[in-house]
């Protein structure tokens, strides 16, 4: 009579085992907690991302609107870090921003080192000018 029960009891926890452990979809911890979003918005947000990015990356590269460009890098990084493990849009947005911002760093380093460079070169240099 007791093997019967605990047969039935061992069953029981098999199925019950089987039924937690065979879920459909894995889902990460993060997107769990934070990211409670179907697979559609996750991509338009890796796609403005994206976008965000290549102009973020063009823009930086004109002296005019570099600071356009920095401000459009930062929005870049900051939509595509958070999904970037879901959408390959997200990352490379994300890489593109980041570039972006190296470039933007470089550019305000050169151009504010050519226009100071008068100022610390000795005077009979100065007819280069």
Known sequence: MDTEKENKTD??????????TSSE??????????????V?????????ALVLGILALILSLRPV?????????ILAVVKGAP???FSTSAKAGW????IALVLFGLGLILFLGFFSLPFFMPPHFMWCF
């Open 25 to 38: 979809e894995y889902v990460h911890p993060y997107q769990a907690d934070s990211e409670k979003k179907n």
């Open 11 to 20: 069953a029981e926890n098999k199925a019950t085992y089987e039924a937690e």
């Open 83 to 85: 999904i970037r493990e």
């Open 40 to 48: 559609k918005d996750i991509s338009s947000q890796g796609t403005i």
């Open 65 to 73: 609107l570099a600071f356009a460009g920095l401000v459009l890098a």
């Open 95 to 98: 890489v593109l921003g980041i």
